[in-house]
């Protein structure tokens, strides 16, 4: 590898690490303004989210100047494509946690609404995140394998959630609108979950030089 390449890797490692710790901040503060109310973080999540498509697009044009320029192969080329698929997961994790602040702020018009304790699949699609970047960034395999595994977790609690809401449909369905809105946020929870998968898979992708996912 040239001295030119390599540093041109190690500055697309640094940017997409920039954008995955960018990306969890926004998932954590979208799942904050839930948890306490918070309207005005909620609001501050969806008037920034120009900023991680800002970057996600900055990112690839990096990649795709690296193969224009220097053709990578073998590893080099695995990091590259790696590196652009899981920029596209990181800005679509922003884009749902944009949409949960979005879904809280149209259900808190209405304190009186049916509210669902989101707070366990939270911390599970959280910790999926936390624990797939740091698979990235220690090039660790196993980690990798495990975010796979709990993400069958987040599936559970998103089928979960579907059952209790559609018993208070039943129950209250003069409120149906305002139920399904709120079943949504379990929904982007678990669309989290499975774009966190992704990375995971792709980070045993850049290891292991195979591809797992569907499996």
């Known amino acids: 590898m040239s001295v030119h390449l390599l540093?041109?890797?190690?500055?697309?490692?640094?940017e997409i690490l920039c954008l995955g710790a960018?990306?969890?901040?926004?998932?954590?503060?979208?799942?904050?303004?839930?948890?306490?109310?918070?309207?005005?973080?909620?609001?501050?999540?969806?008037?920034?989210?120009?900023?991680?498509?800002?970057?996600e697009i900055e990112v690839e044009e990096e990649c795709l100047k690296i193969l224009a320029l220097h053709q990578p192969v073998a590893t080099d080329l695995r990091f590259i494509v790696a590196v652009i698929k899981i920029n596209?997961?990181?800005?679509?994790i922003a884009d749902y946690a944009c949409n949960i602040a979005k879904r809280f702020i149209i259900s808190?018009?209405?304190?009186?609404?049916?509210?669902?304790?989101?707070?366990?699949?939270?911390?599970?699609?959280?910790?999926?995140?936390?624990?797939?970047?740091?698979?990235?960034?220690?090039?660790?395999v196993d980690m990798a394998y495990d975010v796979?595994?709990?993400?069958q977790i987040v599936n559970a609690m998103r089928n979960e959630a579907y059952?209790?809401?559609k018993k208070d449909i039943q129950r209250r369905p003069e409120m149906v609108g305002e139920i399904i809105n709120m079943y949504l946020i379990s929904r982007h929870l678990?669309?989290?979950g499975d774009h966190t998968t992704n990375i995971a898979e792709e980070v045993i992708y850049l290891i292991e030089g195979e591809i797992v996912r569907h499996r």
């Open 163 to 165: 059952e209790t809401m």
């Open 190 to 192: 678990e669309r989290i």
């Open 7 to 14: 540093r041109e890797m190690e500055k697309i490692k640094k």
């Open 88 to 92: 596209n997961d990181l800005e679509r």
């Open 22 to 55: 960018m990306v969890e901040d926004r998932f954590q503060k979208a799942i904050h303004a839930v948890r306490t109310g918070d309207q005005v973080l909620a609001q501050h999540i969806m008037d920034t989210d120009f900023e991680i498509d800002r970057r």
């Open 148 to 151: 796979r595994d709990m993400d």
């Open 108 to 140: 808190s018009h209405d304190p009186g609404i049916f509210k669902y304790d989101y707070a366990p699949m939270a911390d599970q699609a959280a910790k999926m995140l936390k624990k797939s970047l740091d698979a990235l960034v220690r090039m660790d």
